[in-house]
């Protein structure tokens, strides 16, 4: 039987967290920590920075599908626009990085 809040990953229970994007539940490892840093979103690619956090698949369509849901404004609990600025640069450099070819 399966504990609620962990998925079975690699034989270990793991704690799951929900994309704000797509809102698919995964293991917490396979998502990218995001936080709030005054006004804007930021990666938390060590998971240490402090205040609340939202997570989200590591892909521009998840990042696209919650600025068009405005999630960021709900899982952040703000009223006013958020820059995501940071988080797409971070993304488009993970997929440049992880297309290239060895030499």
């Not at 990953?9 to 293991?27: L, N």
């Not at 709030?36 to 369509?61: K, N, T």
């Not at 952040?76 to 450099?93: I, K, N, T, W």
């Amino acid at each position: 039987m399966r504990q609620h809040g962990s998925l079975e990953y690699g034989g270990h229970a793991a704690p799951q967290r929900t994309c704000v994007g797509c809102r698919v539940r995964t293991a917490k490892s396979e998502l990218l920590r995001l936080v709030r840093v005054e006004d804007q979103v930021i990666p938390d690619l060590r998971g240490r920075l402090s205040g609340r956090g939202a997570s989200l698949h590591p892909s521009m369509s998840c990042l696209e599908l919650a600025e068009r849901r405005r999630a960021f404004l709900r899982a952040f609990r703000v009223p006013g626009p958020l820059d995501v600025s940071r988080v797409r640069a971070h993304l488009e450099e993970e997929n440049h990085m992880s297309c290239r070819t060895p030499s």
